[in-house]
């Protein structure tokens, strides 16, 4: 059974960091690109960022670019966000995402809270 | 590429049909033959779950009264005999083009 289970739910003031990471198991996690998108309340579904199989490619909105970074590691089957410079607007749930040619599998989402 | 949703906020009455309309601003065919456009559905609490997929495939585990349709730009997802536990709101999905790029999302609700 794939599963993407995350972790590193927090409360950050503005300006501070976060990590998020992505367990992944039952498939071959380095055979896949990986994603995250996040959930804005009242914005909707938004495409963060990508990553190749390798981690030779990486990929960013426009909205975090130079903030956010993404990595994986596949000896660990876990793929990381690396957020910093945090916003209120990044305020939202972030999920993990495997990339088969479009979104198939999800993890549970993590609640990212940004506020002083 | 920007995907355009309507309506935006759909009331049904329980066991009728609903129709959403996802509108892409440039065409989503693949050089290899498949339309990528996918529908999603976000239930309160709950990880996005894909319903459909290349337009009219349904996912896993997917009940049959969702069916989705379309060409081009023009994209429709259907629920027929809508249910009580179809509440929710519903995304598509476009990943022919970088950066990948959903709907506003239609909130369906039980009259």
């Known amino acids: 059974e794939v599963q993407l289970v995350q972790s590193g739910e927090g409360l950050v003031q503005p300006g501070g960091s976060l990590r998020l990471s992505c367990g992944a198991s039952?498939?071959?996690?380095?055979?896949?690109?990986m994603h995250w998108v996040r959930h804005i309340p009242g914005k909707g579904l938004e495409y963060v960022s990508q990553?190749?199989?390798?981690?030779?490619?990486?990929y960013y909105a426009d909205s975090v670019k130079g903030r956010f970074t993404i990595s994986r590691d596949n000896s660990k089957n876990t793929l990381y966000l690396q957020m910093d410079s945090l916003r209120t607007e990044d305020m939202g749930v972030y999920y993990c995402v495997r990339d088969n040619w479009g979104y198939d599998y999800w993890g549970q989402g993590i609640l990212v809270t940004v506020s002083s | 590429v920007v995907m355009t949703q309507s309506p935006l906020s759909l009331p049904v009455t329980l066991g009728q049909s609903a129709s959403i309309s996802c509108r892409s601003s440039q065409g989503l065919i693949h050089r290899d033959g498949n339309t990528y456009l996918s529908w999603f559905q976000l239930r309160p609490g709950q990880s996005p779950r894909r319903l459909i997929y290349k337009v009219s495939n349904r996912g896993s585990g997917v009940p049959d009264r969702f069916s989705g349709s379309g060409s081009g730009t023009d994209f429709t997802l259907k629920i027929s005999r809508v249910e009580a536990e179809d509440v929710g709101v519903y995304y598509c999905v476009q990943v022919i083009h970088w950066p990948r790029t959903f709907g506003q999302g239609t909130k369906v609700e039980i009259k």
């Open positions: 990553i190749s199989t390798s981690g030779g490619e990486t």
């Open positions: 039952g498939f071959t996690f380095s055979a896949y690109d």
